[in-house]
C-alpha cells in the first residue's frame, strides 16, 4: 500500500514532527511511505537525526505551500478559490492508497482511496463554529450567516468525507476537536521512547521549548523571572537549562538574544540547537522539568495557547525529572499531582513546589521514581500497536 503523510508543520521541529517521524518509521515497514512537507526547517535525514528515528526506508516528497491553510474564504472569493482548491489538493492525494494529514488546521480534500487525520489541535474550526464567533454574530446578519453556512457546511461535508478515522493525541484536543469541528475522535497519544536512564542528579532544572519569539506561549520570560525568585529561596546552587530550537529568522534570533540579556549574571544556560543525546543527557541530569505553556498570574489562556499534550513532559519523566507543569489542557492526563509531578496555576505555585522539592530530598526521590513509573504509560509500542490496528483496518 502506498502511504503519503502530510506535516503540515513543517515549518517546526517539535512533537508534531515526532509524531510523523515514528508513523512513517511504522509504516514503511510493510508500506512504501513518503511524508509530504514544505522543507522550510528539516529535510529527512534531519527529521530522523532530531528525534532519533530510522527513517532510512522512507522517501521524502518536498511540496511547497504544503505547509500553508487549507481552509477557505468567504462566499465572495470561494466560487473563485474553490476549483484551484481541489485541483492542487487532487495532485497532493491521489496518488496515494491511503492518505495521513498531520497537522492542526483543516486539512485538504482528500482523493485518496482511504484518509486519516492525525489533528493536534483545531486551530481552523468547521464553518459553523466560525460562523457563530462573536465577531461574526455582531457584524452579520441573520440571513448572511445562513446563506454562508449553506454555502460552507456541504464543502465542508464534503471534505470531511475524505477522511476514514480521525486520531488525536488527548482526550483535551478529542473535547475541542468535537466543539470545533463537530466530528468524533479516537484519541491515541504520541509515541515517547527515550533511550535514556536516569543518570546522577545534578541541582539542575530543564525546560525544553521552541525559541520562537516573545508572542509564542513556552513562557521563557516567566520561567527566567520564576527561577530568579526561586535563588532567593534556596541555599543551594541551582543551573536552570533552557533547551529549544532556534532558526536564523529575524524574529527568532532577536528572541533568544532578548532572553540571553535578561538571564546575564544568573546561573541559566541556554543549550540551543543541540544533538539528541546532548538533551537526553541534561533531562538525565536534572533534578527538575518546568513546563510553564499557559501558566499565567491572570486570565487563564485559550484552549488553543495551552499544551494539547506535552511529548516533552513525558521524556523528562522517563529520565527521572519532576515535572512541574501547568494544571490545564493535555497536561492533567499525563502528571498526577502531587505523586508523580505537580500541577501549577500559576508563577507562584510553581516557585512554591520548586521550593518545596529543592529542600526535601526523600520526596524528591520518591516522586522522581513515581515520575519515570508514570512516563513508562505513554510508550512507544502502545502508539505502534493502535497505528497498526487502525491501518490495518483501512487496507481492508
Known amino acids: 500500500m502506498k502511504i503519503g503523510i502530510l506535516d503540515h508543520l513543517s515549518g517546526k521541529l517539535g512533537g508534531a514532527q515526532l509524531v510523523v517521524a515514528q508513523m512513517a518509521a511504522l509504516l514503511a515497514r510493510d508500506h512504501d511511505v513518503e511524508i509530504i512537507h514544505s522543507n522550510r526547517s528539516y529535510h529527512l535525514a534531519s527529521l530522523g537525526e532530531a528525534f532519533g528515528v530510522n527513517l532510512n526506508a522512507v522517501r521524502e516528497r518536498v511540496v511547497e505551500g504544503s505547509n500553508c491553510s487549507f481552509s477557505l474564504p468567504g462566499p465572495r472569493g470561494i466560487w473563485r478559490d474553490l476549483p484551484h482548491s481541489l485541483k492542487t489538493n487532487r495532485e497532493l492525494t491521489k496518488s496515494y492508497d491511503l492518505f495521513v494529514y498531520s497537522g492542526y488546521g483543516v486539512p485538504p480534500f482528500s482523493f485518496a482511496s482511504k484518509g486519516i487525520i492525525y489533528c493536534h489541535f483545531p486551530f481552523e474550526t468547521c464553518p459553523a463554529e466560525r460562523l457563530n464567533t462573536k ?118 534570533v532577536d528572541y533568544l538574544r532578548e532572553l540571553r540579556a535578561m538571564a546575564e549574571g544568573m546561573p541559566v544556560t541556554f543549550v540551543v540547537n543541540a544533538q539528541r543525546n546532548e538533551v537526553l543527557q541534561h533531562l538525565a541530569e536534572a533534578k527538575l522539568f518546568w513546563h510553564t505553556t499557559g501558566i499565567t498570574d491572570c486570565t487563564p489562556p485559550a484552549p488553543s495557547q495551552m499544551e494539547h499534550f506535552g511529548i516533552a513532559t513525558v521524556e523528562a519523566m522517563l529520565a527521572g525529572c ?17 505523586v508523580s509531578g505537580f500541577l501549577c496555576h500559576n508563577a ?38 493502535r497505528l497498526t490496528r487502525i491501518v490495518s483496518s483501512q487496507a481492508t
Open 348 to 385: 507562584k505555585e510553581l516557585i512554591e513546589y520548586s521550593d518545596r522539592l529543592v529542600k526535601n530530598q526523600p520526596l524528591r526521590e520518591e516522586m522522581s521514581r513515581c515520575a519515570v513509573k508514570r512516563g513508562q504509560a505513554f510508550n512507544l509500542a502502545a502508539f505502534q500497536q
Open 135 to 252: 465577531e461574526n454574530l455582531e457584524r452579520t446578519s441573520f440571513f448572511g450567516r445562513w446563506l454562508r453556512l449553506a454555502v460552507h457546511q456541504p464543502i465542508w461535508n464534503y471534505r470531511m468525507r475524505g477522511y476514514d478515522v480521525i486520531l488525536t493525541n488527548s482526550s483535551f484536543t478529542a473535547h475541542w476537536l468535537d466543539k470545533l469541528w463537530k466530528r468524533q475522535a479516537e484519541v491515541v497519544y504520541p509515541p515517547v521512547s527515550v533511550d535514556v536512564q536516569p543518570g546522577k542528579k545534578k541541582n539542575a532544572i530543564v525546560s525544553i521549548g521552541r525559541f520562537i519569539d516573545k508572542t509564542n506561549s513556552k513562557n521563557h520570560v516567566h520561567q527566567i523571572k520564576a527561577f530568579g525568585d526561586l535563588l532567593q529561596r534556596v541555599r543551594d546552587e541551582w543551573r536552570l537549562y533552557l533547551i529549544g530550537f532556534c532558526t536564523f529568522e529575524q524574529n527568532e
Open 322 to 338: 519532576i515535572p512541574l507543569v501547568p494544571a490545564h489542557g493535555g497536561q492533567v492526563e499525563i502528571v498526577e499531582d502531587g
